[in-house]
């Protein structure tokens, strides 16, 4: 006698989910994934930047040291952790320009003179997921090292709006601002901190905090109940020297030349400590809370700071995510895109084999094709491949049924538009689907 197994004494495998803030990408969404970089990489060729790509694990001093010990991604928002192996401390980067800047030291990428270079990859930050903001989202980020004058920040932000017209946004409103240099920041932060502390009544607790460690951060805060006390701090701009003020003016020149419009936002002042002089943002106000798409400027002190020979440097970064989701709103993303050109349909035996081989000379030829496999390993019936083929997106139907593999004859069959259809030799296939799909581009 077996044993019978009770259904309800079987416990069932639990579901293992995907990290909260970390999602797919899933193939409904890889076009448009598709469109973006290769705008992107069009954008560089066009500006004469190099690719560059950095491992996604760094030592966690490369971002304590290029970012900042007192940052919100420091402080906060870093996903560190011990190597088991040799104890080594790690970090999964939260951005791409320390790691660059690292990359640039240690392979002295700056002897034989300046670069300007680019990067795409996913970054992790640990924060509270919602619309635009995700626990691992993607950055593309340009750089250019070695160049110390106004006209590389005009030239990268004139990159950001080809960019943002090729891409058809809508919305997307350009602020700068200007932090100075060290000495100038520092008269700034002892009249802030003085400021500040005489209305320390009014902070809150964060910006409590900075007041000791970031007073200038305390400029970035969002809190509706600060903005008036902020309003009111001391400014940036008036404590700037005769070269700083020459070099903001510039920049504000050129973009004038080039008609683009921008905003002096003297709040500005990005989230990050190894900016100088020029800062940018391009914000939209269609995404809610997360208004920054793109944003960067100059950060001269970082290279020297990082280890390397001092040199000039000035760079920006956007999330990838956010400017599909703004493309979306604009109602510019590209259309679904069809998963091939041609679906090659046949009934199994030795019409498979032939359908294969067509299938494969097809390829070799240029042809994006689908060749029909039954998910029950069951012959399936024409009018069933023909509703998969139509679905597919295919120009293009080669039918290959024993009648037709009798006579050395394949179908073709145009699915989207007239639906003729005609018998063709098989060792004629590819030269007829080729005139075909030229014939229909002409």
Sequence with gaps: MTDQVNPAKVQKIPKINGVRGMNDLLPADAAQWTHLEHVLRDLTRAYGYEFLRTPIVEATAVFQRGIGEVTDIVEKEMYSFEDRLNGEQLTLRPEGTAALVRSVIENNLLYEGPKRLWYTGPMFRHERPQRGRYRQFHQFGIEALGFAGPDIDAEMILMGQRLWDELGLQGVRLEINSLGQANERAEHRTALVAYFEKNQEQLDEDSQRRLLTNPLRILDSKNP????????????????????????????????????????????????????????????????????????????????????????????????????ELMKVSGSLPEPQAQCDVFVIHQGGETLTAAMIIAERLRNAGVDVILFCPPDGQTASFK?????????????????????????????????????QKAVALDSVVEAVIDAIVGATE
């Design 384 to 420: 069933s491949q023909m509703k998969k083929a139509d679905a597919s997106g295919a120009t293009y139907a080669v039918i290959i049924g024993p009648d037709e593999l009798a006579k050395d004859e394949a179908q073709l069959k145009e699915l989207r538009s007239s639906g003729e």
């Design 225 to 324: 109940a600060m903005q008036d006390l902020i309003e009111g701090a001391p400014k940036l701009l008036d404590f700037l020297g005769e070269e700083s003020l020459k070099h903001f003016e510039a920049v504000q020149a050129l973009l004038k030349a080039n008609n683009i419009p921008c905003k002096i936002n003297p709040r500005l002042v990005r989230g990050l400590d190894y900016y100088n002089l020029t800062v940018f943002e391009w914000i939209t106000e269609e995404l809610g809370a997360q208004g920054t798409i793109a944003g960067g400027g100059r950060y001269d002190p970082l290279i020297e700071r990082m280890g390397g020979k001092a040199a000039p440097a000035c760079g920006w970064a956007m999330g990838m995510e956010r400017v599909l």
